[in-house]
């Protein structure tokens, strides 16, 4: 026989034994699968230092380009990516097709084509401009790898930055911007302090999806003489011949730091939701 | 009256995408004190002819001279909007920033008054819309009457000499009007010149000195409010009228 007070007995177990919808939010679990990528590295270190301890420690120092060339390149890229979404709303014809005109030439070309160009035309471009005008500077310029890397990534990556800046600011209804134009502010205070301000929350998210990318096609940099993660991967492979040990430590060192930043971004996206 | 109107609009003209003609050679002068109300049927060119006074929509032909500043010299637009306050349909708060800062902001960065100056207006003027209790609340807390009163008193706080409203109570539920109308009413017993597009007829009576009515971008009729209430002259008025009343 069913107890009287059926239904609140019901509710009074479901409270005691189901997480509350606000507790259930505070854990994420996306964290567990960092854990077990995490698990994963430590198993195969510990079961079989050889080769993957060896491995570790011959990519180590690519592990800290990688991050340094996606840490520079990715805020060279939201500050790019501001003024050329500025740039793309900007009621100024000129600049506004100078910088269509990039967005449209940069997103038409591969990342990888960009960076050889970068790295190879570029330079060479310059010395050929010093010997032509005899400027000696120019004549023995040698491109420092990273730097033109981080170069070639940001000005790729500012224009789809610019169009998601660009979208962001347009998703905002056209009152906001009349409301302050009409309290006197110049269009510049307007986008500073109403419109900016509430297009970042929008297109956080996608801000954060960029990052994660340009750390994964800061891969191609191997190409153009960067010693990254990817690079001290192919170098260790060819002096040990062991493919299968390394792409598999190497593939699982970017998975995990892809997956920690991906919560990173998370973190800061939860944050900004609340700030309002 | 015979002093200089604060606003005039000599023979204006407007096209939307050149092939609507929105305006169609509106000639008002509007004296300093005077509460206009501006009626018509939608379309009929009532909200374009207020945004055009601070320049929110740029007219193709004719001027707008307000208090000395023409819309046409974009130079100095920014003096005029400085007197001239905006209410919009919509609100249009900030909703990123607090009830208080949506109120501050433009005093600080172009009134360029002291963090302290700002607050001190702030809070006065909204002990005179009534809800100081809601300093330091978000807009998206309020209610749609609270709101609009925020967006009076943000005008409000930039000192302007002439206040416009656009249909500053079609959003709003029913009971929440009259809050946001007796605010309006209160602002023009204080003596303060108003644009007010609207068809609150308690507005009307309590408070406007001349009705306009406007209709396909022209002004049909321009009579102090009791004239045209209770003896249009015009037959589009009288049709007019009388579906709204």
Not at chain 1, 37 to 65: K, M
Not at chain 1, 169 to 179: D, F, K, T
Not at chain 2, 34 to 41: A, D, H, K, L, T
Not at chain 2, 176 to 190: P, S
């Amino acid at each position: 026989m069913l107890p009287k007070n059926n239904k609140e007995i019901t509710n009074k177990w479901l409270n005691k034994n189901l997480p509350q919808v606000g507790e259930l939010s505070k854990i994420d679990p996306w964290w567990g699968l960092v854990l077990i990528v995490l698990a994963l590295i430590v198993l195969l270190l510990v079961s079989q230092p050889d080769p993957y301890q060896r491995i570790l420690n011959f990519t180590e120092d690519g592990i800290w380009i990688t991050l340094l060339v996606t840490l520079v390149s990715s805020v060279l890229t939201l500050v790019l990516g501001l003024f050329g979404g500025l740039g793309r709303i900007s009621k100024n014809k000129v600049i506004y097709g100078i910088v269509s005109l990039y967005v449209e030439i940069v997103r038409g070309i591969p990342l990888l084509v960009q960076l050889l160009v970068w790295y190879f035309a570029f330079p060479a471009i310059i010395a050929q401009a010093g010997i032509k005008f005899n400027i000696p500077a120019f004549k023995n310029y040698l491109a420092n790898p990273v730097m033109m890397a981080i170069i070639g990534i940001s000005v790729c990556y500012a224009a789809y930055m610019s169009e998601i800046v660009r979208a962001g600011i347009e998703s905002l209804p056209a009152g906001q911007m009349e409301a302050a134009r009409s309290l006197g502010m110049t269009r510049l205070q307007a986008m500073q302090y109403v419109i900016l301000p509430q297009a970042y929350r929008t297109i956080m998210p996608a801000i954060g999806n960029e990052f994660i990318s340009i750390l994964k096609d800061s891969s191609l940099v191997s190409v153009v003489a960067v010693s990254d993660l990817t690079r001290r991967g192919r170098e260790f492979m060819s002096t040990t011949f062991l493919p299968i040990e390394t792409w598999t430590m190497v593939a699982l060192l970017y998975l995990l730091m892809t997956l920690i930043s991906a919560r990173i971004v998370n973190i800061v996206e939860k944050k900004t939701k609340m700030d309002k | 009256m015979d002093e200089q109107p604060i606003i005039q609009i000599k023979d204006v003209h407007k096209y939307f995408s050149d092939s609507i003609h929105a305006l169609r050679g509106v000639t008002l002068d509007i004296y300093k004190g005077e509460v206009i109300m501006i009626i018509g049927p939608s379309g009929s060119g009532k909200s374009t002819l207020l945004r055009s006074i601070n320049n929110l929509e740029e007219i193709d032909y004719g001027d707008i001279i307000v208090d000395g500043f023409s819309v046409k010299n974009h130079k100095d637009i920014n003096k005029l909007r400085m007197e001239v306050g905006m209410v919009f349909q919509q609100f249009n708060l900030f909703p990123h920033l607090s009830v208080l800062n949506n109120i501050m902001l433009a005093q600080k960065i172009v009134r360029k008054r002291s963090e302290k100056d700002a607050l001190k207006n702030a809070m006065i003027l909204l002990d005179k819309v009534g809800i100081p209790d809601k300093a330091n609340a978000f807009p998206a807390q309020l209610s749609g009457g609270q709101q609009q009163r925020v967006a009076i008193a943000r005008a409000l706080a930039m000192n302007p000499k002439i206040m416009l409203f656009d249909e500053p109570t079609s959003a709003l539920d029913p009971e929440m009007i009259q809050e946001v109308l007796e605010v309006m009413i209160q602002l023009a017993r204080e003596g303060m010149t108003m644009a007010v597009v609207s068809h609150e007829m308690g507005f009307a009576r309590a408070a406007a000195d001349r009705c306009i009515l406007m209709d396909a971008g022209k002004i049909v009729e321009d009579a102090p409010k009791d004239e045209l209430f209770t003896n249009p002259k015009e037959e589009r008025t009288k049709l007019f009228l009388s579906k709204i009343l």
